[in-house]
């Protein structure tokens, strides 16, 4: 259901609102100390009096620290910069080597200054870049995709309008600020609604915050939702894991696994589920808090639009989506055509407006007799298998046709698993096929979607 949000149009405002309507409740919590919606506000300024020695213009920032990193982000934003979110552990890419690099060491020695006054910081126009965010590819190299406060504030206040955040609320941080999932959910919307946020001193220490803070909300990747439920099910009493005052998690990055989705839903706790990818800054689709379908990513948001091409892709349109890509006008005018993001996801909307995400284009299967496969939708079958931890379909070639191949996460044998499997292959006229059994999990990027080779 719809509920009032404050619509805000640049960082600077939405600060300003933080400090002035939630002041002295506290914005991020640790074992250790508390940051008021007010302390944070003085540390921005505090760290923006150093950003202003920190030359005008695009900024590499790979900061791991959560709280220094929501800080110099703000700070840095506010005095002129551009900030460009590494991925950990990613060299700088050749079209942004020479540009400044702020470290946490800087951002240390600027918190030791005095607070800048707020008549200094000017928030750049809306439309202008402040954003350089990597997409999170499944094989591709990541690109630098440039993005404005109008896009991110407005795709933050599209969802706070489907999925609720209240005065109070409290949740465990997961995923970190250099996504942008982590960023939206976890920083701007907080900051919009006087959300509380625990911040962990590792993901090791997540499941310590859940009983220590007991959030009653969660975002968190696919794969933290799985090992969320499997606890639930080793513990004596779900409270025990989750504190006992979760209600929701929003999940995003890659398909939410049904029997997940029902585990949760039995105790209590509504599984959403948002799509979306990093040139749409990022959500296109959420599920409501009131129309959980599982399986779906739930309706477009509102003022956002989306159609699907002759061949299923799913085009994007509106305020959310990217300006471009970082000094790539080549790459930037062949994803963006007549006004719309193609996002080379394969989709269908079904009878209630929810979308169902296919797959990818880039990943479909194509034989030489013709067949044509989306892996995605035959490891959904396969992963239903019981044993199965969860798979990925591929292709060998050879120099005369090409073999499917199935690799499986499993402890079972190949005698457990073949009849089974090859039902399922013989309906998608992929047999025979080659089938692959490995104990480790299949390596994924941080937002659980399989890296396909």
Request: glycine share 8%; net charge negative.
């Amino acid at each position: 259901m719809a509920y009032p949000v404050h619509r805000i149009r640049d960082f600077k405002e939405l600060l300003l609102h933080a400090a002035s309507s939630f002041g002295e409740e506290p914005l991020f919590c640790t074992d250790r100390e508390e940051i008021s919606f007010a302390d944070f506000w003085e540390l921005v300024r505090r760290a923006a009096a150093g950003g202003t020695r920190v030359p005008k213009g695009v900024v590499i920032y790979s900061i791991e620290q959560q709280k220094l990193f929501a800080i110099g982000y703000f700070a840095l934003i506010l005095t002129g910069h551009t900030l460009c979110l590494l991925p950990d552990g990613h060299p700088i890419p050749d079209t942004m080597v020479g540009y400044p690099v702020v470290t946490e060491e800087d951002l240390e020695q600027w918190l030791m200054l005095e607070p800048a006054d707020p008549s200094m910081l000017q928030a750049p126009e809306p439309n202008a870049p402040c954003t350089v965010a990597f997409s999170s590819g499944t094989s591709a190299v990541p690109k630098g995709v440039v993005l404005s406060q109008k896009n991110l504030l407005t795709d933050t206040q599209l969802g706070m309008m489907r999925h609720r955040y209240w005065l109070g609320e409290r949740l465990v941080h997961m995923l970190p600020y250099r996504h942008l999932f982590g960023l939206l959910t976890d920083l701007l919307a907080p900051l919009h609604a006087g959300v509380s946020v625990f911040l962990p001193a590792s993901p090791l220490h997540f499941f310590h915050g859940l009983r220590s803070f007991r959030p009653h909300s969660l975002h968190i990747p696919p794969s933290v939702a799985d090992a969320l439920c499997a606890a639930i099910s080793a513990a004596p009493t779900p409270e025990s894991v989750t504190g006992g005052s979760l209600e929701k998690l929003m999940c995003a990055g890659a398909p939410l696994k049904e029997e997940t989705a029902r585990t949760l839903l039995q105790h209590g706790i509504l599984p959403c589920a948002a799509y979306g990818l990093t040139e749409c800054s990022p959500c296109v689709s959420l599920t409501g808090e009131e129309d959980i379908r599982i399986g779906s990513a739930g309706p477009p948001l509102d003022h956002v639009s989306v159609k699907l091409a002759e061949d299923g892709e799913i085009l994007v349109g509106g305020d959310t989506v990217m300006l471009g890509y970082f000094q790539d006008e080549a790459a930037t005018r062949d994803r963006i055509r007549e006004g719309y993001l193609h996002t080379g996801d394969l989709g269908r909307f079904d009878e209630c407006g929810h979308l169902w995400i296919v797959g990818r284009k880039s990943s479909m299967l194509v034989f030489s007799n013709g067949r044509k496969c989306i892996p995605e939708n035959v490891e959904s079958r396969i992963n239903a298998v019981e044993g199965i931890e969860e798979s990925v379909v591929s292709q060998y070639k050879t120099e005369i046709h090409e073999i499917p191949v199935v690799t499986v996460v499993t402890p079972l044998s190949s005698e457990q698993l073949r009849p089974h499997i090859d039902e399922i292959m013989r309906e998608r006229d992929l047999y025979p096929y080659q089938l692959i059994i490995r104990a480790q999990p299949i390596p994924k990027n941080a937002m659980g979607k399989v890296k396909r080779t």
